[in-house]
């Protein structure tokens, strides 16, 4: 039922996707311009002050919580209605439901994906609980062990020794370097630089144009308030972070500022090899598994794009 709730809120609100080019242009310039932010999408549909009683609110839009005429007394004037909030902060919750649903062959977890385009923003105590859901995820563990296999079978980090003790260390050097960057990357410095968290899935136009994007997604994101692409200093800025607190519990062959940049460039690397796979595992799992992760969103979209090429077309046989 969640699932089915974020697609109807898809199909409400069209996406706005520019043509699928691929230039030298850098890559905030490149992919698509962000739809405007959910808030203002909120603000437009409430209910003015003032309204007479028997009025009905104009369709789609989403009934007021109680109270919700009544504006916030913030000192710099800008913040909505309470109603408002409460409305975008419960469709945000939703949506975040259905994401924390999401597995690949039922088993990966892919939270921080999201197949709406145009997503409410999340407020801190979401992102701050969907980066713990993701960390502290069975997944994370067993991936945790496997890591610390690989490394001990190829003679890694030999400072943590071998047998039982070894691998127990690797694998909790594993699972720390994992929560460490989940944790700064997608929840602290996202909460402090209101930048969203999440993978935004493109999901249509040509191959070559959604694998840079997926790439580019790496070093770009969303802006809370703007909901426009800007750096991605939260998620560049938690690896690296997260490489230098490796250095108190990696042994010090494996230490320095060598290790915390060559750690924080790894997990960058890994990051955006999993955007890129995330971006197409739906069309792979349409086609080997005949199942539609995103629930009929990419029919949507590309029913979208083939309607305004149509249109373009009938514009330029009519000049």
Not at 41 to 55: M, N
Not at 125 to 144: C, I, R, T, W, Y
């Amino acid at each position: 039922m969640l699932a089915a709730i974020s697609f109807s809120l898809q199909a409400q609100e069209p996406q706005s996707l520019p043509a699928v080019t691929v230039s030298s242009a850098t890559a905030a310039e490149s992919v698509p311009d962000a739809p405007t932010p959910q808030l203002e999408v909120a603000a437009a549909q409430a209910p003015q002050a003032g309204t007479a009683p028997g009025a009905q609110a104009p369709a789609g839009s989403a009934p007021p919580a109680a109270g919700g005429a009544q504006s916030s007394s913030s000192a710099q004037g800008t913040d909505p209605p309470s109603g408002v909030q409460q409305t975008q902060h419960q469709e945000a919750e939703q949506q975040l439901k259905a994401e924390e649903k999401q597995r690949i062959l039922g088993v990966v977890p892919t939270f921080n994906t999201t197949y709406i385009w145009n997503a409410a923003p999340l407020s801190p105590g979401q992102k701050f609980n969907l980066a713990l859901h993701s960390s502290v995820d069975p997944f994370a563990f067993a991936a945790a062990f496997l890591v610390a296999g690989y490394h001990e079978a190829f003679n890694q980090d030999p400072g943590f020794g071998w047998g039982i003790e070894g691998f127990g260390k690797r694998a909790g050097a594993a699972f720390l370097d994992e929560f460490d960057g989940e944790m700064i990357g997608n929840a602290f410095l996202p909460i402090v630089l209101r930048q969203d968290p999440r993978f935004f899935r493109l999901g249509h136009g040509a191959f070559r144009h959604r694998l840079f994007y997926a790439v580019a997604t790496s070093f770009i994101c969303r802006g809370d308030k703007s909901g426009k692409w800007e750096p991605n200093y939260s998620n560049v800025g938690g690896n690296i972070i997260a490489g230098a607190i490796s250095n108190l519990y990696y042994p010090a062959q494996n230490s320095g500022w060598g290790q915390t940049f060559s750690n924080g460039l790894i997990v960058t690397a890994e990051g955006t090899a999993g955007g890129v796979f995330q971006e197409f595992w739906p069309d792979i799992s349409r086609k080997v598994l005949h199942r539609d992760p995103t629930r009929g969103a990419d029919a949507l979209a590309r029913a979208e794009d083939k309607a305004k090429q149509q249109k373009q077309s009938l514009d330029s046989s009519s000049q």
